[in-house]
């Protein structure tokens, strides 16, 4: 009989309920890519499912394929998604492993009776290992008849990441979008982050061991990628100076254009503007940018290590030389109803056209967690997505705290609206729906 060689990779979904932002934002299954591209090499049969983007159930696709193994990722908010999907191919049979960014810092939470590895770091090549039989002797956790032999996490290096296999995001190229960059690549050129934010688990990945990517390699990949919009999922692109300059000399020696997406910190916007005038020549077209609080206190206390001086410079820098700065800010447990009201001023105040708000949100597995731990209302993982209330606001209601949320997120749809940005949307649909959902949670 011919041995089976087929493997299942596994995105799930972000959400099943229409409180989320699909259709808005859509990210490349990029981790599962490049594990596509490392089996195809070592000559196994895999195939992708996106549960962002398929029309195919995932129950059918697994039981039409018939897959050996699965390897299932996501971040917190697809946890129970996850597991679901990793007990009906255990159900058949199939030897589950699961990965990805929730699984490196809260491995715990999956050692379950149908999980058969947990794998704790950035090195896909594991994955090829346990297929062929072989345990990996770090950053795994083994299940052995009813205990579990858990192995050390180590960093790993992005300079021995493959190269993805992208065949899947163009077949889908009608669905990954970054709002209207559309489609849009997703390209990595470093792990983790190399400054400390109290309220972020993204400082930790990798054990905490900021790695980074040739940027000739980096460029060389850029090329290649059949689309013209290119979105730097690096938890913070703008870093090392002298790097982002070789960067700017390579895409102009080499003529590509494209548009760009990346993150990068106020700070080093704030201290750079000439570098920001050359990366809007060369097409940066987004930077994400956590701007956090509109005061200082909340600053300090998230250990930002910047100010609000800054983060008005950086919003200046960008509106003049006509990069969009989309400027997150996060709403904190303790506010009051003037904090939501300050914070929309703020945007307003510095002319900021694209925001984003999230609720403080203890991440799980941090010191935080166990911080907020007897104020926590919530244990569903699903509602670790930043848009829902976790745990108990200090000085109001859960009820009243949504409300307030809710009613800024009114206001920045209708600002949006009036400013004429992301015409793609159906802004009616949104206020909407925001509107809604005024008085239905917390209840
Ligand atoms: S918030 Fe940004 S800068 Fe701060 S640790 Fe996280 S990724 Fe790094």
Redesign the pocket.
């Known amino acids: 009989m011919e041995e089976n060689k087929r493997v299942l990779l596994v995105h799930p979904e972000i959400s099943r309920t229409k409180y989320n932002f699909s259709g808005v934002i859509e990210n490349e299954p990029l981790e599962l890519e490049q594990i596509y591209a490392m089996l195809r090499s070592e000559g196994y049969e895999p195939d992708i499912w996106d549960g962002q983007v398929e029309k195919e159930a995932f129950s059918a696709k697994l039981r039409r394929i018939k897959p050996f193994a699965v390897y299932i990722c996501g971040r917190t908010r697809q946890e129970l998604f996850m597991k679901e999907y990793c007990r009906d191919a255990k159900e058949l049979g199939c030897i589950t492993m699961i990965g990805g960014l929730h699984a490196q810092l809260s491995y715990r939470r999956f050692l379950c009776g149908y999980v058969d590895f947990v794998l704790t770091s950035f090195n896909i090549f594991h994955i090829a290992d346990i297929l062929r039989g072989k345990e990996p002797k770090d950053s795994v956790c083994i299940h052995r008849g009813d205990r579990w032999c858990i192995r050390k996490a180590v960093p790993f290096d992005i300079n021995e990441l493959p190269l993805a296999d992208r065949t899947y995001f163009y077949e889908h190229s009608d669905r990954y979008r970054y709002l209207e960059l559309l489609p849009c690549a997703h390209v990595r050129t470093s792990f983790s982050?190399p400054?400390?934010?109290s309220f972020?688990c993204?400082?930790r990945m990798n054990c905490g061991t900021y790695s980074v990517r040739d940027i000739g390699d980096v460029v060389d990949e850029i090329a290649s990628i059949k689309c013209d919009n290119i979105y730097f999922i690096d938890?913070?692109f703008l870093f090392d100076r002298k790097r982002i300059r070789r960067f700017i000399e390579l895409i102009r020696q080499r003529g590509i254009k494209k548009r760009y997406v990346c993150?990068g910190?106020a700070d080093f916007i704030a201290a750079e503007p000439v570098l920001m005038k050359e990366l809007k020549e060369i097409g940066f077209y987004y930077v994400l940018t956590?701007l956090e609080a509109t005061d200082g206190r909340h600053l300090d206390s998230y250990n930002?290590k910047t100010d609000l001086l800054i983060n008005a410079e950086a919003v200046r820098i960008l509106n003049s030389v006509g990069i969009n700065i989309m400027g997150m800010f996060i709403v904190d447990l303790d506010f009051e109803a003037k904090d939501f009201r300050k914070i929309y001023k703020w945007i307003k105040k510095h002319d900021l056209k694209h925001a984003a708000i999230s609720i403080f949100t203890p991440e799980m597995s941090s010191e935080l967690y166990e911080q907020y731990k007897s104020r926590l209302i919530t244990r569903d993982p699903s509602h670790w997505d930043y848009l829902h209330v976790v745990a108990r606001p200090a000085k109001m209601s859960v009820k009243k705290y949504y409300m307030y949320y809710h009613i800024l997120l009114a206001k920045l749809f209708i600002k949006g609206w009036r400013d004429g940005i992301y015409d793609f949307l159906d802004y009616g649909f949104y206020i909407k729906s925001v509107l809604k959902n005024l008085f239905k949670f917390g209840g």
């Open positions: 982050c400054f400390r934010c972020c993204r400082n938890d913070d993150y910190r956590g930002k």
